[in-house]
T-cell receptor, first 109, second 115 residues
Framework: RKEVEQDPGPFNVPEGATVAFNCTYS??????FFWYRQDCRKEPKLLMS???SGNEDGRFTAQLNRASQYISLLIRDSKLSDSATYLC??????????FGPGTRLSVLP | DGGITQSPKYLFRKEGQNVTLSCEQN?????MYWYRQDPGQGLRLIYY???????QKGDIAEGYSVSREKKESFPLTVTSAQKNPTAFYLC??????????????FGSGTRLTVV
């Protein structure tokens, strides 16, 4: 089993739709969680950290379920500019980041 | 502005040739990392360094070498022993060691092609 697994996608959604991505991780000692966004042929950029209580940043909401070792990202009111690959990232204490393979999102006009 | 700079943006390597990819950061980060990304795939860790003059192998270190003589710099050499070097190479930096929600910052990448 891979350390971090994500929905393979691609997700093709119309503008204005709500879309959710899931991510599971295998290391129960993981302590830090992130979502990164990667545009085509560009570097990944930090979208948001994920906190135990869940957190929101504008149209983006991240949730963490430690018991199920599951992370989610919800995007509301999708924009064309949200089209990208979304990477789930997990880190144990004193460990390096482990990146999921990513989920590709295409928002269609 | 603080950031992390990779050069060159595009690099072409002939068979049997060693090439060096540059990575410089002015974020005062202790840790630096090199990743490789193949088309449609996730990031794989090549080498990382938590402190000057020290570095460790990642998951796919064979055919690569690094040095960390300065805090700001972490160059990656792709040697002729790397049989399939065509890929997108990403350098990142971040806070070393502790947990906490400190994300990595990435450079803009070097796209290496064997010709």
């Amino acid at each position: 089993r891979k350390e971090v697994e994500q929905d393979p996608g691609p997700f093709n959604v119309p503008e204005g739709a709500t879309v959710a991505f899931n991510c599971t991780y295998s290391n129960s000692a993981s302590q830090s969680f992130f979502w990164y966004r990667q545009d085509c042929r560009k570097e990944p950029k930090l979208l948001m950290s994920v906190y135990s209580s869940g957190n929101e940043d504008g149209r983006f909401t991240a949730q963490l379920n430690r018991a199920s070792q599951y992370i989610s990202l919800l995007i509301r009111d999708s924009k064309l500019s949200d089209s990208a690959t979304y990477l789930c990232v997990v880190r144990g204490y004193g460990q390096n980041f482990v990146f999921g393979p990513g989920t590709r999102l295409s928002v269609l006009p | 502005d603080g950031g992390i700079t990779q050069s060159p943006k595009y690099l072409f390597r002939k068979e049997g040739q060693n090439v060096t990819l540059s990575c410089e950061q002015n974020l005062n980060h202790d840790a630096m990392y090199w990743y490789r990304q193949d088309p449609g795939q996730g990031l794989r860790l090549i080498y990382y360094s938590q402190i000057v003059n020290d570095f460790q192998k990642g998951d796919i270190a064979e055919g690569y070498s690094v040095s960390r003589e300065k805090k700001e710099s972490f160059p990656l050499t792709v040697t002729s022993a790397q049989k399939n070097p065509t890929a997108f190479y990403l350098c990142a930096s971040g806070q070393a060691g502790q947990g906490g929600n400190y994300g990595y910052t990435f450079g803009s990448g070097t796209r290496l092609t064997v010709v």
